[in-house]
């Protein structure tokens, strides 16, 4: 986690980055530009970066949420004049806030899949492990309520 928000922690206030001197923000875009590289290649641009944050930065509010930021950019559809930002916001959303989440449902599965061995569909097994991984969701819901509002919604009789 200290990793991430190392490489992409200034994505999160854009406002802050005219606090900082030019050396610190380039600084960070270098940074962010080689966690970003694999061989040759590069997803983004550090120099681009640069001056497409200070243009988006002048644009919104200040304390606004990097999703609230890509937002931003969609809406006005400003995603070919700011490349480079919207693939690093993309890529900073995407990251899980933490792997326990991946590791519940993994393990969530196995258990299942243990219990009821090979003999299901792929569809069913999807809604058996979205169920237990949501087992605080699905306690609260009213089963009888839930099967009542079907019911009405598919009753074949039809009213003379």
Do not use: W
């Not at 030019?22 to 061989?39: C, V």
């Not at 243009?55 to 809406?75: W, Y």
């Not at 219990?115 to 492990?129: I, P, W």
């Not at 605080?136 to 009405?152: C, H, P, Q, R, Y």
């Amino acid at each position: 986690m200290q990793k991430i928000s190392s490489v992409f922690g200034f994505l999160y206030d854009v406002h802050s980055l005219q606090n900082k001197t030019s050396k610190e923000i380039m600084e960070h875009f270098l940074n962010l530009e080689k966690a970003l590289q694999h061989g040759d290649s590069k997803d983004i641009d550090a120099v681009d970066l640069s001056s497409e944050l200070k243009a988006i930065s002048r644009r919104v509010a200040r304390c606004t949420s990097p999703h609230d930021v890509l937002n931003f950019i969609l809406k006005n559809n400003l995603t070919d004049s700011v490349p480079n930002t919207v693939i690093a916001l993309r890529i900073l959303l995407t990251l899980p806030v933490s792997v326990a989440s991946g590791e519940r449902s993994f393990s969530k599965l196995k258990l299942i899949k243990t219990y009821l061995r090979t003999s299901m569909l792929q569809e069913r097994l999807v809604g058996l492990a979205t169920l237990s991984i949501e087992h605080d969701i699905a306690k609260v819901i009213e089963l009888m309520e839930l099967v009542s509002t079907f019911a009405k919604a598919k009753a074949r009789k039809i009213k003379f």
